[in-house]
């Protein structure tokens, strides 16, 4: 079974994925996320 996407649901295909920590309300959350939405993901940080 493929792993998906945190934002988008898609299957993510081979090694293109990336981990990334979220924090909400004070609780860290491990999720995993595509290339374009890790891309898009960044790009909002940057601001």
Known sequence: MR???FY???EIEDQ???HVTFLRSN???DEI???E???E???GLKG
């Open 3 to 5: 792993e998906k996407c």
């Open 33 to 35: 996320l595509c290339h």
């Open 27 to 29: 609780t860290e959350s």
């Open 41 to 43: 993901w960044l790009q």
């Open 37 to 39: 939405c890790y891309q």
């Open 16 to 18: 293109q994925h990336h």
């Open 8 to 10: 988008c649901v898609d």
